[in-house]
């Protein structure tokens, strides 16, 4: 406390009195004459100005998002995680991940409807196609609190990609047990794709999928198979969207 009373104190003092005889000589400078006090009040405005621009750019700023880290696998491949929400009427993802919340406190929730327990998809291995159709029916088909998709989808899979979709976030979560139903695959590779070659194959692929929540869902998803020694493997696969079945 001495300190303070007897270095910091009086600083202060001394610093606060000249300012306030720097601010006075200033102003009668500029009281002389119409012209200094034009040209002091520029400067003011001027810095008033500038200080505010510095204030709205920082606060304009945007938020900086962290990228998900990727990892090589075969042939230059890599996994890619992308967050997917719901479709629009023109195929492309809309603002939601997830539907909204009716507004009205009325309404009751819709019954969970029964789902048949999943059985494990036969895949044709020879068969890029049915390798990949197989390996959705095995990842989105599940029970709750049964984590035997994790195993029929490592089957057709890398070990690598087997771990990333273990814990991956789909359109699934929160709407219970689910089973597909049908499997499309698209006739040519999707934008951005790898080229094909005998060894190497990319399609969009979309699941319809029946969840104990009620209507349907389509899940779209780009994969890409690499043919070996065991047949076709999936060593890529990223989810693009949903969207109700109609």
């Known amino acids: 406390m001495s300190y303070f009373n007897d270095s910091i104190k009086p600083l202060g003092i001394l610093l606060f009195r000249y300012t306030r005889k720097r601010a006075g000589a200033g102003l009668r400078w500029a009281m002389r004459s119409p012209m200094r006090l034009a040209a002091t009040a520029a400067v003011i405005v001027a810095l008033a100005f500038g200080v505010h621009m510095l204030s709205k750019a920082g606060n304009d700023k945007p938020n900086a998002h962290p990228v998900a880290s990727a990892s090589a ?17 023109d195929g492309q993802p809309t603002s939601d991940a997830s539907p909204k919340a009716s507004d009205s406190a009325s309404e009751k ?29 095995s990842y989105l088909s599940r029970r709750e609190g049964d984590d035997q998709w994790k195993q029929w989808s490592a089957e057709l899979t890398n070990e690598q990609l087997a771990d990333q979709l273990a814990d991956a976030q789909t359109a699934l979560d929160g709407r219970g047990d689910s089973t597909v139903t049908a499997v499309s695959v698209g006739k040519a590779p999707f934008t951005g794709a790898p080229k094909d070659t005998k060894i190497r194959w990319s399609r969009p692929v979309t699941a319809t999928v029946t969840t104990e929540t009620g209507q349907p869902i389509k899940i779209t998803y780009e994969v890409t198979a690499m043919k070996g020694d065991k047949g076709w493997i999936i060593t890529d696969a990223v989810e693009r969207g949903w969207t109700a079945a109609r």
């Open 73 to 89: 696998t075969d042939d230059g491949l890599t996994w890619r995680q992308v967050k997917a929400g719901p479709l629009g009427a």
């Open 109 to 137: 929730p819709s019954p969970a409807l029964s789902v048949p327990a999943p059985s494990k998809p036969k895949a044709n291995r020879a068969k890029a196609d049915s390798t990949a159709g197989a390996f959705l029916r």
